[in-house]
Every structure is written in C-alpha cells, then in structure tokens.
C-alpha cells in the first residue's frame, strides 16, 4: 500500500465565507501539513463550480468542502464533488453539529467531516491524514469486490455462526440464489442435497472449527431443486487472539468434469450395448468376492450362460434385432438376482453372473444357485417380443422370438479356486450343457473330470 505523500500537501477549500477560509488556512499551517511560507498551499474556491475547476487544474491532494455553497447544498455538494474528482479525499466542512448529515456525506463518498468552528489544527490534521489513508483502503477494498464479483468460481462470506454476509454473482450463477436472499441463511439451509451424511458435515465442522482449511467435492441443490456437483474450499477467517470470525466458501461447478468422469468410468468398465458390467468390472467384482470368502468362507458361484442359436436371428433380422435381444435378456437376467450379485456381459452373447456371500455349506449353496439357475433358464425362454425399425424394408412390426440359453455353473470358495478357473470351470460346464443338447443348467462338479 502507498504510504502518505512525503512532500508538502495541497489542498483545495470549498468554502464561501471569507472568515471561515482565513480559519481553515491557519489551521493548515498550524497543524505542519504544509510548509508555512507557502501561501499557494491551500487554494481556494468559493462556490462549487470554481472548487471542481481548481480542483481540476492544481490536482490538490485532499479537498475540504463547505456543504453549503452560494450554488449547491448538502449532499448535492458532495456528489458533485466526488463524480468530478473519484480519486480525490474529501473532508466535508459541516455548519452545525449534524451527526446525521455528516454520516450521509461518508454514504455520498467523503472520507470524513468536520464541524465548522469546533476543530483545531490538531484535528484539522487528523483528519486529512486519515482521509488520505481511508481513500487508498476504498479504492483497495473497490478492487478487491470487482475482482471477487468477476471470478467464476462462487464465493460466499460468513459469520462465525455460517451465516451468509455476503455471496458473489458466480455463487448466485451457481445456485440460483440472489445476494438479497443469501443474507441471513446458512449456506447448507439453501443448497443442501440430502446427498451427504452426517459424518461428511461433522467432520467439515470439526475441521473448520478447529482453524484448518477443508476441501472436498459434493452434490448440492439449486433454489430449482436441480443438483450440482461442486468442489468447495472453506477456510476459516482467525482474529489475532485465535477466536474464528468469519467463514469464506470457494466454490466450483465440476458438473460436467463429474460426467465426463463418469462416461470415461462406464466407457471403461461397462458394456455399451446393454450397460451391463463388462469383462474388466467383473474380474474385479470376482476378485473381491474371493477375497471375501477367504475370511468368511462363504460360498460363491459363477454361471456362464450362452444363449443358444443366436446367430439366426442376427442372419434373418439384422443386428439391430439381436441387439434388442440381448438387451432384453440383460434385464431378465438383472431381474433374477440380488443387488449385491453381478451380472456381467462376457461378449457376444455370453453372460456371466456371479452370485457373492451364498452360505458356508457347499451343498446348500449348490442347491440355492440351482435354483437361481433354473429360474434364470425359465424367465429367458419366455418369447420376446422385437420391434423393427421403420428404415427397414418390411413396415415397423413385432417379432415374436423365442430363444433359450445352456448355463455352465461353478460353485466354490476363495481357498479353492482363483478368478481365472472359477470362469474356465463353469465355461466348461456351460460348453457340456450345449453338447447336451442346450436349454440346460450343467454344474461343473457334476462333469466326469471336473477341473
Ligand atoms: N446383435 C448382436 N450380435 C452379436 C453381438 N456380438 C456378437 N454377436 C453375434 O452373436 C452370435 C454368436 O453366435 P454363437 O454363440 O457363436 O452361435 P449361436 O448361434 O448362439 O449358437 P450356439 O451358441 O452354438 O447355440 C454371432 O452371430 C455374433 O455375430 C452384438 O453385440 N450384437
């Protein structure tokens, strides 16, 4: 920050009254301002119009201004004034005791008054220091708003209890909230989504209340009711003695970062066609259920089903139908299971389902998964029913299409087998279930030579 000029001042004093001018220039040179031969040091201009001329040619560095002039009163003096001269400290000159005008003549953009009669060079002195320090903090402070209101990013301002004092125009862009409506709330009153639990908040309190900055991304809620996803940043605004006075929140929008990570993540790990796990997920999910049944020795089991003759409908009707199909089959196969189960889409039109946490006894896993099994047989036998699409040569129709699947089965622990073999074990079993004529469970303990 600028410190006080070093040279003398100059000043300007827009006053009418001869005796009160004569005053205000001894008191200048009392109070060690200015130099005291210097008789340019104040100028002086008796009416409004001459004070914003002089002010114009000599550039004073502080104008004291009479609020009563031959051609302007009150606060007309001071807007005057101050829209001619911005960057110029204005102390205001009052005629009487009047608390109330003086205050308005620091709304209207003087940086102090005095009362006509009632100061000396010491306060006269004071004064204009002061109204030199107060412009250049202003025009920081001015600095700082237009650079807060013009980042994108939301920023609120609270009071040690979180209540809003003040939001920038990103914040309302982001939320739907104005300024005027952001007063008083907290800000988890306007935008929370419910997302969140209470741990997620108790823990942002107790870092925040503790001194320290917390950062974290989360879902909140616009005054529409739509959500957002958000990064925020909130530290904590310390007095000297330690004790919290205000919190400042920095938001960001990451919505769309969050989508493209989600489709980057769906592209990685599902399948486009039926958005079902694909072959990297289920290894994954395979994997953990292992790892899980190593220390809790639950039994899993692992279906790989082909659905049988296929082909033909892709060679009558085109892909598009086949497509419909194994949609179509996926929601069945979703259906018969639990959510904690994991259906997979192998490739082509092979599925693999695995179904995670069966119970400690093998036989009665078997028989469960059995059942499972043949409920899942049933359900993808039952006709499907295929629309064609208009851009083909026959007129958009239905087609009734029936189609059933031979279903390997391997059952087992995490001390038994690996992910690698629990998949080759019920491939097998799936392969001698086609052999077998299709339309079949086969478990692959039931083969001759079960690996
Ligand atoms: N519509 C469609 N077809 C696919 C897709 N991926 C693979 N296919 C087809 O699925 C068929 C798989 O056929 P197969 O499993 O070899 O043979 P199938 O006719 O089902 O006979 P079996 O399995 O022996 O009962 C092939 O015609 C592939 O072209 C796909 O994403 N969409």
Known sequence: ?????????????????????????????????????????????????GGVVAAQKSHPDIILLDLSL???????????????????PIVVLTGHDDYDLANAALQAGAQDYLVKGHFDHNALGRA?????????????????????????NGIVITDQHAQIEWVNPAFTRLTGYTLEEAIGNKPGDLVKSGHHSESFYQDMWQTILSGQAWNAEMLNRR??????????????????NGSILHFVAIMQDITERKRTDETIRNLAFYDTLTKLPNRRLLNEHLNRAIASS????????????????FKPLNDTYGHVIGDQLLVEAAHRLKACVREIDTVARFGGDEFIILLSELTENESESTIQTGIIAEKIRDILSAPYFLKTTPHQIMPPHSIEHHCTAS?????????????ETAILQ??????????????????????????
């Open 1 to 49: 920050m600028n410190t006080l000029p070093l040279k003398p001042l100059s000043i300007l004093a827009v006053e009418d009254d001869p005796g009160d001018f004569g005053l205000i220039r001894a008191h200048v040179r009392l109070s060690g301002l200015c130099a005291k031969d210097d008789k340019e040091a104040v100028i002086w201009a008796k009416i409004l119009a």
């Open 70 to 88: 031959p051609d302007s009163a009150g606060m007309d003096t001071v807007h005057a004034m101050r829209s001619a001269h911005p960057g110029t």
């Open 128 to 152: 204009i220091r002061y109204a030199l320090v107060r412009i250049q903090l202003e025009s920081r402070l001015r600095l700082s708003e237009v650079a807060l209101n013009a980042v994108a």
């Open 223 to 240: 005054k529409d009711g739509s959500h957002y996803d958000e990064s925020l940043h909130i530290t904590p605004v310390i007095s000297e």
């Open 294 to 309: 190593r220390r809790n020795n639950h039994y899993n089991a692992l279906m790989f089903l082909d659905l049988d003759n």
């Open 407 to 419: 279903i390997g089965v391997s059952v087992f622990t995490g001390h038994s087998t690996t992910a």
């Open 426 to 451: 019920a491939d097998k079993a799936m392969y001698q279930a086609k052999e077998r004529g299709r339309n079949l469970v086969v478990f692959n303990q039931d083969l001759h030579d079960p690996d």
